[in-house]
C-alpha cells in the first residue's frame, strides 16, 4: 500500500458529523467569537490553533454543551447540543483533577458508565478492555498517584471511549508533558482514529502537533476571534514521527500556520 494514501476508516453506523453553525460567544459584553461555522465530519480529525485568549477552550466548551453559545448553535447530526451529550467525550489538560484519587485506574475509567445503567461486570471488562486499547493493560488496580502524567492521560482517553463517545474533544491534552511522552500520546490519539473512526478535535498551542495529528487544522484569531484560516493537511493516513515532521510539506503547513498566528490581528 502506498503510505501517503489517505485511509478512511470504515464508519461506524453510530458515526455523526458536529457543526457549528454562526456560533458567537461573549462574556460580559465582550465579545470573544463571532459567527463561526465549521463542520467535523465522522472520522475526521480537527486542530484548532490561535494565540493565547483567542476563545480556543471557550469554542471546545461551546461544543461539549457545556456552556451556551450567545448566539448560533452545535449540532451532533441534527441534533442540537444544549447540555454534555454522550456522543461527546472530553480530554482536558490537567489529568490530575480529572481522575478521583480514590478510585484505582479501572474505577475511574468505569464509574461514569455507572450513570449509563451498564451492569457492573460489563462496565469493569469494558474498562479492562479500553484500557488495553490506549496501551495500559493490566495497570487498572493502580490508583492515579501510582502512574506517571503521561498515564494518566491514558487512562482519561480510556474513559471517554468507554463510554462510547465518538467524537472526542481534547484541549492542550499533552501540553503539560514530557516530549517523548506527547509524541506516544499523539500516536496513540491516531492509531485510536483508526481503530475505532472516532473524530477528534484537539486544542493546541504546539503547531507540530496540530499538523502531525490532524486532517485539517482551523486557525483563529482576531478581537472577536473567526476562522483565519482552513489548512487541509494533505500527509496520508499513516503517519510517523521522523518521516512526516521530515516531509518538506510538513514544514509548509507548519510556516503557513505560524504566519498567521504571529501576524497581528486586522484592525
Ligand atoms: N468564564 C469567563 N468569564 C469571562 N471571560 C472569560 C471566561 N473564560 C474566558 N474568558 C476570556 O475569554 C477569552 C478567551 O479565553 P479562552 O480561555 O477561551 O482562550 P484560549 O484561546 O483557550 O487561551 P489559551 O490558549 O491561553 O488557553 C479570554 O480573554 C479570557 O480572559
Ligand atoms: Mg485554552
Not at 509524541?183 to 490519539?189: K, N, S, T
Amino acid at each position: 500500500m502506498n503510505i501517503m494514501t489517505p485511509v478512511k476508516p470504515p464508519m461506524p453506523a453510530r458515526a455523526k458529523s458536529l457543526s457549528v453553525e454562526g456560533l458567537s460567544k461573549s462574556y460580559c459584553n465582550i465579545n470573544v467569537l463571532s459567527d463561526l461555522n465549521l463542520r467535523v465530519e465522522p472520522g475526521e480529525v480537527i486542530s484548532i490553533v490561535g494565540p493565547s485568549g483567542a476563545g480556543k477552550t471557550t469554542l471546545l466548551r461551546c461544543l461539549s454543551g457545556l456552556m451556551p453559545p450567545t448566539s448560533g448553535g452545535v449540532k451532533v447530526g441534527d441534533e442540537q447540543v444544549r447540555e454534555p451529550v454522550a456522543e461527546i467525550g472530553l480530554v482536558f489538560q490537567d489529568y490530575r483533577g480529572s481522575m478521583l484519587p480514590w478510585m484505582r485506574a479501572v474505577e475511574n475509567v468505569a464509574f461514569p458508565l455507572q450513570g449509563k445503567g451498564v451492569p457492573k461486570a460489563e462496565r469493569l471488562a469494558r474498562a479492562h478492555a479500553c484500557l488495553a486499547d490506549v496501551g495500559l493493560p493490566g495497570v487498572g488496580e493502580r490508583y492515579p498517584w501510582q502512574m506517571s502524567g503521561g498515564m494518566q492521560q491514558r487512562v482519561a482517553i480510556a474513559r471517554a471511549i468507554a463510554y462510547d463517545a465518538h467524537i472526542l474533544l481534547m484541549d492542550e491534552p499533552f501540553g503539560s508533558l514530557d516530549a517523548q511522552t506527547r509524541f506516544d500520546l499523539e500516536d496513540l490519539v491516531l492509531s485510536l482514529r483508526k481503530q475505532l473512526a472516532i473524530s477528534i478535535v484537539v486544542v493546541t498551542h504546539d503547531i507540530d502537533e496540530a499538523v502531525y495529528l490532524a486532517d485539517r487544522v482551523i486557525v483563529l484569531s482576531g478581537h472577536p476571534a473567526t476562522v483565519i484560516d482552513n489548512v487541509d493537511i494533505e500527509l496520508g493516513a499513516n503517519r510517523d514521527q521522523i518521516t512526516t515532521k521530515a516531509d518538506p510539506r510538513f514544514a509548509q503547513y507548519r510556516s503557513r500556520i505560524l504566519e498567521q498566528i504571529r501576524r497581528p490581528p486586522a484592525a
